[in-house]
């Protein structure tokens, strides 16, 4: 496609439920970022994927927190035993130059509500 | 903690005045600071960016301002427009760090 893609856009879910969220970023970009975007606030990074490097994994708020980057394309970020806190929007990004100094371009995010 | 703190939280401006933006920053390493637009159900766009090695950076109607001194840095819109009418984030980074540190936003609104 011609940006990053993402699914679900909507995600309603219970209480102690996993979500998984997805991620395609655009084709030959090698850097992959998920932030979250809580209402009123900023974004939050929490992971950064680059090639076959080890993820940076500092920004997860918790060990219910996971995400994978499968053959280096797409990503699907865990969220495990869900709690209303979580409601957020999941944003991913993707960059060619693998630097956060320079264009990174983010998807339409996945809005997650917990009820 | 790192921080950008972002003002004003929401702002109108009228067509064709001048909308202002401030942010500031704690981290004196930080070294690459863009600005961020996003329309209701799209994702942040980078708008412009800027490096302290300058105090100034202008594309088209949009210009950072930086104060390093200051630790401080704005976005002016000139002849600002209904289209302009978004959500803008400044951010910060710096070398080797693959993490953009958020300030909290600012709605523009601008008014015909």
């Known amino acids: 496609g011609a940006g990053v893609s993402q699914s679900p856009s909507n995600k309603v879910t219970e209480k102690g439920k996993d979500v998984e969220l997805r991620c395609d970023p655009i084709?030959?970009?090698?850097?992959l970022y998920w932030y979250r975007q809580s209402l009123g606030q900023g974004l939050e990074f929490l992971i950064y994927f680059q090639g076959n490097s080890a993820p940076d994994k500092s920004g997860l708020p918790s060990d219910r927190f996971s995400a994978e980057r499968t053959g280096g394309s797409v990503s699907t970020l865990t969220i495990q035993r869900t709690q209303q806190e979580d409601s957020a929007v999941y944003l991913c990004?993707?960059?060619?130059?693998?630097?956060?100094?320079?264009?990174?371009?983010f998807g339409e995010g996945s809005w997650l509500t917990v009820v | 903690q790192q921080q950008v703190k972002q003002s004003p939280q929401s702002l109108i401006v009228q067509k064709g005045g001048i909308s202002i933006i401030n942010c500031a920053y704690e981290n004196t390493a930080f070294d690459y600071f863009p600005w961020y637009q996003q329309f209701p159900g799209k994702g942040p766009a980078l708008l412009i960016a800027i490096r302290p090695d300058v105090s100034e950076k202008k594309e088209g109607r949009f210009t950072i301002s930086f104060n390093k001194s200051a630790k401080q840095f704005s976005l002016h819109i000139m002849d600002s427009q209904p289209g302009d009418s978004a959500t803008y984030f400044c951010a910060a980074s710096m070398f080797g760090n693959e993490k953009l540190t958020f300030g909290t936003g600012t709605r523009l609104t601008i008014i015909p």
């Open positions: 990004a993707s960059s060619l130059a693998g630097t956060a100094q320079g264009t990174i371009y």
């Open positions: 084709s030959g970009h090698t850097a």
